[in-house]
């Protein structure tokens, strides 16, 4: 299992990865739960890592597959490895798939080898947001990488309370039976990763929890390395 940092500058991408962390996810969470950094931010964080795969989120996007798929080319082209982005206001499996190929095409043309990530909403029902299950078969089918789920409201509530852990490992199972990676996200605590380690997904994404539980405050090497350690 791999961790996933999301830092918001070069300074906290340096923290996160001292601390261990496998991928360095570049983020602006004042833009929300996925809100995209700047350019020049993702370059110099992918400069600065060397061979550490650096994941760039593009925002909490609604319906708009031409917006997302020029944002999605923009942090291709700026560095990432990995390009994110969230199907916050996409509501139906035809909008879905809409932003999923374009999303794929914009990245895959320019270059195979990086990878897509399309990530749903824990909280779905409280954002009106197309549901969880529906994604991984779209990613495979559209060509995405990894299927992740993360929580739309920052609120201080976690994945864990809006999905069961059996859900949960449904959504693990199904990505991997359709030769996905998965990716479980959204407020995870240290008091979750017991659970998460039982549910097994591919990569967790944090950042609360190693900012002291303030996810607008900043990343602490210590913490990290403490998250590390519990991961199996």
């Known amino acids: 299992m791999k961790l996933l940092v999301s830092p918001i500058n070069l300074e906290e991408a340096k ?7 496998d991928i360095i996810d570049v983020k602006n969470p004042k833009e929300g739960s996925l809100g995209a950094n700047f350019p020049w931010v ?4 992918k400069e600065a890592m060397g061979k550490t795969p650096v994941s760039a989120t593009i925002g909490d996007m609604n319906y708009k597959p031409g917006t997302a798929s020029l944002a999605a080319l923009g942090a291709a082209v700026s ?25 794929v095409k914009s990245v895959k043309d320019y270059d195979p080898s990086k990878k897509v990530v399309i990530s749903g909403y824990a909280d ?45 490992s449904q959504f693990v199972e199904s990505a991997h039976d359709l030769g996905l990676i998965s990716a479980i996200a959204g407020n995870i605590k240290f008091e979750d990763i017991e659970a998460i380690n039982q549910i097994g997904p591919d990569v967790i994404g944090i950042r609360g929890c190693v900012c002291g539980g303030d996810r607008n405050s900043t990343i602490q090497q210590k913490l990290v390395e403490e998250l590390r350690s519990m991961m199996v």
Not at 15 to 21: D, I, K, L, T, V
Not at 81 to 91: N, P, S
Request: with cysteine.
């Open 124 to 168: 779905y029902k409280r954002i009106n947001s197309i549901p969880l299950r529906e994604l991984p078969p779209i990613c495979a089918d559209y060509g995405a990488d990894v299927v992740m789920m993360d929580t739309g409201i920052k609120d201080g509530r976690s994945t864990f309370e809006f999905m069961t852990n059996e859900e949960l």
């Open 42 to 45: 993702i370059r110099s964080v």
């Open 15 to 21: 923290a996160a990865y001292n601390g261990g962390a």
């Open 79 to 103: 560095g990432a490895d990995y390009v994110k982005v969230g199907l916050y206001d996409v509501q139906t499996t035809e909008q879905a798939i809409d932003m999923v190929e374009h999303v």
